[in-house]
């Protein structure tokens, strides 16, 4: 697990391959991620925006930004968390991950950035 504290907000990342998703034999390699948002700061945030920036070993770096995350835009209190699971497709068998949220302070209407630690995606290749 990859963690990352930024003005109070916990961020953890875990990943995973998934091979039966997965067509190695045509560069197809499909990683979940899940990730936990926790406030430990004293006021209420809301993520607003996300940014990602993709690794693929065997492809240009990709950058991809967009409202909220999987459809949602979380309020978080302090102490609650918000978990959610998605997924990114890779062309190779090893490549990275690394981003950042755009938060809100509610009550200040302050705008700030927090680091989304950086994780690999990588195929657990057993060796025989």
């Not at 755009?102 to 705008?111: D, G, T």
Request: with cysteine; aromatic share 10%.
């Amino acid at each position: 697990m990859q963690t990352a504290i930024t003005e109070g907000i916990r961020v953890e990342v875990i990943s995973n391959y998934e091979a039966v998703h997965s067509d190695p034999e045509n560069n197809q390699f499909m990683f979940s991620y899940r990730i936990r948002i926790h406030n430990e700061s004293h006021g209420t945030v809301q993520l607003l925006r996300r940014h990602w920036i993709i690794f693929d070993s065997k492809h240009e770096l990709q950058q991809v930004e967009g409202p909220g995350v999987v459809g949602n835009t979380p309020v978080l209190r302090p102490g609650q968390s918000y978990v959610y699971q998605s997924g990114c497709q890779l062309h190779s068998s090893i490549g990275s991950m690394r981003g950042q949220y755009m938060m809100e302070k509610i009550n200040q209407q302050e705008y700030f950035y927090v680091e989304i630690p950086r994780f690999l995606l990588e195929v657990p290749w057993k060796l025989n």
